[in-house]
Nanobody, 113 residues
Framework: VQLVESGGGLMQPGGSLRLSCAASGFTFSVYAMAWYRQAPGKEREYVASVSGGGGNTQYADSVKGRFTVSRDNAKNTVYLQMNSLKPEDTAVYYC???????WGLGTQVTVSS
């Protein structure tokens, strides 16, 4: 299993970013995928998840209505569209196969004016 996150960066509050996670080493379409984040000095927390077929999604209350998780099974990639970014969204963002134990290196998102 290999997971490679990308798309992070520095954004002003209110801005948008789209994160990508390229997966390999397993049958991607079979598994639900999830996004997590870890802010400095805090524990890693759940952000969102999407079912294997992409039809079912769930979100943490802190991002509901602002973030959208999706996937492209033809590209073995899961996405996290982040809108209306807030300073408290600053964190390293990771994707993970639901039920799996492998983490990628993550991608840094910094929201600051």
């Amino acid at each position: 299993v290999q997971l490679v996150e990308s798309g992070g960066g520095l954004m002003q509050p209110g801005g948008s970013l789209r994160l990508s996670c390229a997966a390999s080493g397993f049958t991607f379409s079979v598994y639900a995928m999830a996004w997590y984040r870890q802010a400095p000095g805090k524990e890693r927390e759940y952000v969102a998840s999407v079912s294997g077929g992409g039809g079912n999604t769930q979100y943490a209350d802190s991002v509901k209505g602002r973030f959208t998780v999706s996937r492209d099974n033809a590209k073995n990639t899961v996405y996290l569209q982040m809108n209306s970014l807030k300073p408290e969204d600053t964190a390293v963002y990771y994707c993970k196969r639901v039920g799996g134990t492998t983490w990628g290196l993550g991608t840094q998102v910094t929201v600051s004016s």
